[in-house]
C-alpha cells in the first residue's frame, strides 16, 4: 500500500460546484496531516492543516478519520481561482520518515 | 510568503558534468529540504538538514550530495549529473521536523541532455 494515495482526478466542475477530495494513508503512527495547493509550474504552498476535530477556513473544510486513515477536502462554492493540484500530506514515523510524506495530488479544474 | 529564494531558475547542462543549486532563506529555521517533483511519482524527499552541518539522507538521495555552512544557505550537488536526474527541484523550510508544515522555494527547473 502506498504510503499516501490520492485519486489524480481530473475533477472538473462548474462554478459554484461543491467538490471533495479523499486522501489515504499507511502510517498509523502519522500526526500531522496538510492539505497543500499546487498551482501549474509553481510551489506547493500550505492550504490548510488538518486537525483531528476537523476544521474549516471559509470555504473549505478539512475532515481527518484516524480509525479510516483518511483526510478529506470539501470545497464549496468553487471559483475559478481554485483550480489546481491539491496535494495531502502526512507526516512519517520517526527518523527521515518523520517528514513529510506527499501525495501526487489531485487536480482540479473548475470551469466557468 | 516565506522568504526563501533559490538559485538558479533554470539550467540545462550536459551529462556528466557537476551541477550546485542554492537555496537561501531568511526566516532562520532550523530545517531545510532538497525535494523533486517528477509526473507520476509527486514531491520525493532527496536530503534534508536539521541545523549547520546536519544533514542526512531522504528516499532518493543517491547521485546527490548536500552542504549547509550557514543557517541560511542549503547546497544541493549533482557530482555529475545523468539524464534522470532532469527534474523540477524544490527548497523547503520549516521550523519543526514531524509537525510542522513546510514552505517551498520557487522552485528550479533542471534540464540534463
Known amino acids: 500500500r502506498k504510503e499516501v494515495e490520492q485519486d489524480p482526478g481530473p475533477f472538473n466542475v462548474p462554478e459554484g460546484a461543491t467538490v471533495a477530495f479523499n486522501c489515504t494513508y499507511s502510517n498509523s503512527a502519522s500526526q500531522s496531516f496538510f492539505w497543500y495547493r499546487q498551482d501549474c509550474r509553481k510551489e506547493p504552498k500550505l492550504l490548510m492543516s488538518v486537525y483531528s476535530s476537523g476544521n474549516e477556513d471559509g470555504r473549505f473544510t478539512a475532515q481527518l478519520n484516524r480509525a479510516s486513515q483518511y483526510i478529506s477536502l470539501l470545497i464549496r462554492d468553487s471559483k475559478l481561482s481554485d483550480s489546481a493540484t491539491y496535494l495531502c500530506v502526512v507526516n512519517g514515523n520517526g527518523g527521515s520518515q518523520g517528514n513529510l510524506i506527499f501525495g501526487k495530488g489531485t487536480k482540479l479544474s473548475v470551469k466557468p | 510568503d516565506a522568504g526563501i529564494t533559490q538559485s538558479p531558475r533554470h539550467k540545462v547542462t550536459e551529462t556528466g558534468t557537476p551541477v550546485t543549486l542554492r537555496c537561501h532563506q531568511t526566516?532562520?529555521?532550523?530545517?531545510m529540504y532538497w525535494y523533486r517533483q517528477d509526473p507520476g511519482h509527486g514531491l520525493r524527499l532527496i536530503h534534508y538538514s536539521y541545523g549547520v552541518k546536519d544533514t542526512d539522507k531522504g528516499e532518493v538521495s543517491d547521485g546527490y550530495s548536500v552542504s549547509r555552512s550557514k543557517t541560511e544557505d542549503f547546497l544541493l550537488t549533482l557530482e555529475s549529473a545523468t539524464s534522470s536526474q532532469t527534474s523540477v527541484y524544490f527548497c523547503?523550510?520549516?521550523?519543526?521536523?514531524?509537525?510542522?508544515?513546510?514552505?517551498f522555494g520557487p522552485g528550479t527547473r533542471l534540464t540534463v541532455t
Open positions: 526566516e532562520n529555521h532550523r530545517y
Open positions: 523547503a523550510i520549516s521550523e519543526g521536523l514531524t509537525s510542522y508544515e513546510q514552505y
